[in-house]
């Protein structure tokens, strides 16, 4: 269920810094609601998950996925473009992740 948890957090999170993108600055009131509310969501499944899920474990997953799928909403919705150092960049996080994971960190 913890893992549950972090995926909808994971979720969350990606939403509200979208959202955050869309607020110009927190000058449009409905995208600085959306963040707000998406962070606090955010944070409340995952202090969820860190009942049955370690915090190194949950915090690596939440960040390094978050982290590389904001990189790639920012490719396709908001056209940043895609550099070998970016892209070296977030393989190197999932990487993490999964190390973390298969040594243990649980």
């Known amino acids: 269920m913890g893992y549950l948890f972090l995926g909808a957090a994971i979720a ?3 939403g509200a810094t979208t959202a955050m993108k869309y607020s110009e ?3 449009r009131l409905v995208p600085t609601v959306l963040t707000v509310v998406g962070y ?3 944070f409340v499944l995952l202090a969820q998950t860190l009942k049955t899920v370690s915090v190194g474990t949950a915090y690596a997953i939440w960040s390094g996925i978050g982290t590389a799928a904001i990189a790639t909403i920012g490719l396709i919705c ?3 473009g895609m550099t070998v150092t970016k ?5 190197l996080i999932i990487i993490g992740v999964v190390v973390l994971n298969l040594g243990g960190a649980h």
Request: aromatic share 12%.
């Open 12 to 14: 969350a999170e990606v």
């Open 25 to 27: 600055g927190f000058s």
């Open 40 to 42: 606090i969501v955010s």
């Open 78 to 80: 908001f056209g940043e």
């Open 87 to 91: 892209a070296a960049g977030m393989a």
